[in-house]
Nanobody, 124 residues
């Protein structure tokens, strides 16, 4: 029903920037909540940011002020602009989608669809 493909990951120096993209297909894209999660080795997959179908955005405390989530419904694409990157941002970043209410945006089980992940590595 919904297919997600991430791109834009890579190696960047601390303090630099990356822009991740999530290309989506499916008739329900415009009405779904879209989110970004990340997972470092040995760690649980954690919430990063989400944007509701209405446009409301939510961020984990660790990325507030540095990351910006956005979407372009006409292009069926979601973005994560990451600025002032830190080594602790190193992780595999996953795009997710689901019918998720504002109070549940950080809960992984609420999302029904996931991309394959893209590696982000931040060096000192």
């Amino acid at each position: 029903q919904v297919q997600l493909v991430e791109s834009g990951g890579g190696l960047v120096q601390a303090g630099g920037s990356l822009r991740l993209s999530c290309a989506a297909s499916g008739r329900t894209f415009g009405t779904y909540t879209m989110g970004w999660f990340r997972q470092a080795p040995g760690k649980e997959r954690e919430f990063v940011a989400a944007v509701l179908w209405s446009g409301g955005a939510y961020y984990a405390d660790s990325v507030k002020g540095r990351f910006t989530i956005s979407k372009d419904n006409a292009k069926n694409t979601m973005y994560l602009q990451m600025n002032s990157l830190k080594p602790e941002d190193t992780a595999v970043y996953y795009c997710a989608a689901g019918r998720v209410g504002w109070s549940k945006v950080s809960d992984r089980p609420q999302y029904d669809y996931w991309g394959q992940g893209t590696q982000v590595t931040v060096s000192s």
